[in-house]
């Protein structure tokens, strides 16, 4: 991940060069190379590197950090221009082509990337996001001017400007129901959403969403004309993933996800249409409910290659205050950082830079029956039928009917069942989490939050709604934000193929019984990777889960600090009792071995309890 940052001041007088220097110093001050700074006027804009701050002829200037996968496609629209571009970076053909066209140039890009370009003669800044959203960037009007930078820490130490604590967005991360698109912990800190843009002119900030795109139905194609299509554009993204000027490496769980993507790759390559060989990497866990090495050696003995083993990372309990004492990000999840930060370790060892990941797999193809009611209002009711009393399912006729009714007809006669089906992660027996204290909760109107969420969503049909949620879920961005940045520190790139803009299009329109057929979830991936993936694999129902690191850290963190001197049970949001009865029942389940589900539903929520303690007092600056 390639930070940038910038500075415009609001007066439009001069910049001075301390202010850029010192924002220069915050994003890169850790080690992480010399940066590339620009200053003119009332602007200054910082770079990576070189190639990630490009300068046009028309008086414009960008600073970009991502990668665009159609540089194919966006020559063409640069007419003679493109011709001499063929070599350039991405962040010169994209300036080109907004020279060349302006803002309506986003709606060309496909790809993972946050950019930022000041028009000299304008003295106007527009910055803007992928539609997907996995590269970072936040922003904020203070200290008599806009700053924005792809790391929090940059702006909180590299801007003059002074912060105060967001409550109602710890309120959504202590719940483990996080839906703000734009807020941050900081009060008058931003992200800038998924999809969108924004400009800065004249001392003011207007923000709109660029990213709009009709998907076309593809509910008429034949299973046939699904695979086919699918593998078409799983092809594109893996290829278009794998640019890179060094190995690219790619995490092998076992899982269908990841071991699609490695016999995928490793097809591509043998048959001379991608780069490589990929280095598959596998963490091993011997002896722990979550080890899946059976699954990854039957793999690697399927495509005849040998993974590269790692271990999983201890979670370091004090290097994670330093984390967020140095980055002002929230500590990752156990269950993320440990293979993570393994496999960077490794790859960083041996000069590889790009890691390809399973992820999205579950997003995108797991399915739903959310387009049972689109089936219903829209007068299919063969089809409806057919998926309904279909003698896989195991289900008897009166069972089958039953279900039949409330999952079609249910969303679309009651509002609860409607809820339920457009904000899953929102619905629950009770409104605020017993580990919230409700005193508090009611004060930074938290259930005023959800509701909010639930009233402004688009509803262009149920499927395509739900479907949508996979896009850029705001609860990602508080996930995956700090992981992808300490694999940065690393000088590791992260990559996901199933996330890829072409691939979503596809999602997005194929037919509901594709994805989920007969109670069978990624039914159209475990078609497509006929052939490709080993039987075992490509048949198996299983799934880790990835509970027991995540209790381990919380376990010896509460040794350390028992839930009663929890910064949040002592500041009166969160209940220490309820979180102690509540981590009492997973660390039993953890030490005797139960097996099967979690105890209760609260373990995120337990998790952030921790990680907001360790965040509040390193990050923040409270003092237990």
């Known amino acids: 991940m390639a930070m940038i940052a910038g500075v415009i001041r609001g007066d439009n007088r001069d910049l001075e060069p301390s202010a850029l220097a010192r924002m220069a110093g915050a994003v890169f001050g850790g080690g992480d190379g010399d940066p590339r700074t620009w200053r003119e006027g009332p602007a200054g804009l910082v770079a990576a590197a070189g190639d990630d701050l490009s300068e046009g002829p028309a008086g414009s200037v960008m600073c970009f950090d991502g990668r665009l996968d159609n540089r194919d496609a966006l020559l063409p629209l640069l007419g003679d ?15 080109a082509l907004f020279t060349r066209i302006g803002e309506r140039f986003l709606n060309e890009l496909v790809g993972d990337f946050a950019l930022a370009i ?31 930078a792809s ?84 092809d594109q993204a893996l290829i278009s993933c794998m640019r890179s000027d060094r190995p690219v490496a790619a995490q092998l769980s076992g899982g269908l996800d990841s071991s699609s993507v490695v016999c995928r790759v490793t097809e591509l390559h043998r048959a001379g249409r991608a780069p490589g060989p990929i280095g598959a990497i596998s963490a091993r866990y011997p002896g722990q409910p979550h080890d899946e090495t059976h ?16 271990g999983d990372a201890p979670y370091d309990i004090d290097a994670n ?13 156990p269950n993320a950082l440990g293979p993570t930060l393994a496999a960077c370790r490794l790859m960083q060892g041996l000069g590889e830079r790009v890691l390809l990941t399973g992820e999205g797999g579950d997003d995108w193809m797991n399915g ?55 904000q899953p992660l929102l619905d629950a027996d009770s409104p605020v989490p017993p580990l919230l204290r409700p005193e508090w909760a009611a004060r930074i109107d938290l259930s005023e939050r959800w509701r909010e969420a639930v009233r402004g969503a688009e509803r262009p049909g149920f499927a395509l709604y739900r479907r949508s949620l996979a896009m850029a879920p705001p609860h990602r961005e508080l996930m995956f934000d700090p992981l992808q940045a300490s694999a940065s520190r690393h000088g590791v790139e992260l990559r996901h193929p199933f996330h890829d803009l072409r691939l979503i299009r596809f999602f997005m329109g194929a037919a509901g019984n594709m994805l989920l057929r007969n109670g069978q979830r990624k039914h159209l991936l475990r078609e497509a ?76 929520g337990l998790w952030y309890c921790v990680a907001a303690d360790m965040w509040l007092e390193h990050a923040f600056g409270l003092r237990a």
């Open 321 to 333: 205050r330093v984390w967020c004492a140095e980055t002002r990000h929230l500590p990752v999840r």
């Open 81 to 95: 221009e493109g011709r001499h571009l063929r070599s350039a970076s991405d962040s010169a053909l994209a300036l």
């Open 118 to 148: 000041w028009s000299r003669k304008a003295r106007r800044l527009l910055c803007a996001r992928s539609a997907t959203g996995w590269r970072p960037l936040h922003w904020t009007v203070a200290g008599g001017g806009f700053a924005f």
């Open 368 to 422: 739903t029956r959310a387009h049972w009611p689109d089936l219903l209002r829209q007068g299919r009711i063969g089809s409806l039928l057919r998926e309904g009393f279909a003698p896989e399912t195991g289900r008897g006729l009166l069972s089958a009917t039953r279900g039949l009714i409330a999952e079609s007809a249910g969303p679309i006669v009651s509002a609860k069942r409607r809820r339920r089906l457009l």
């Open 529 to 604: 990777m006929r052939g490709t993936l080993p039987e075992a694999v490509r048949t198996r129902q299983s799934k880790a889960h990835f509970a027991a690191p995540v209790i381990d850290t919380i376990d010896r963190y509460f040794a350390q600090r028992p839930p009663a001197d929890l910064l949040t049970v002592r500041m009166g949001w969160s209940d220490g009792k309820v979180i102690a009865r509540l981590f009492d029942e997973h660390r039993r389940w953890r030490r005797e071995g139960l097996g099967g589900q979690a105890p209760n539903p609260f373990l995120n």
């Open 151 to 234: 790391q929090p820490g940059a702006l909180i130490d590299g801007h003059a400007a002074s912060y105060s604590l967001n409550e109602g967005l710890l309120g959504e991360i202590l719940s483990a129901r996080f839906v703000s698109r734009t807020e941050t912990p900081w009060q008058d800190l931003f992200r800038l959403a998924p999809g969108h843009a924004l400009s800065f002119e004249n001392g003011r900030v207007r923000r709109w969403r660029w990213y709009h795109e009709r998907y076309e139905d593809l509910s008429h194609l034949s299973d046939g004309e699904h695979v086919e299509r699918f593998n078409a554009l799983f």
């Open 295 to 310: 699954w990854s050696a039957v793999v690697e003995e399927h495509l005849g290659i040998t993974a590269r083993v790692v």
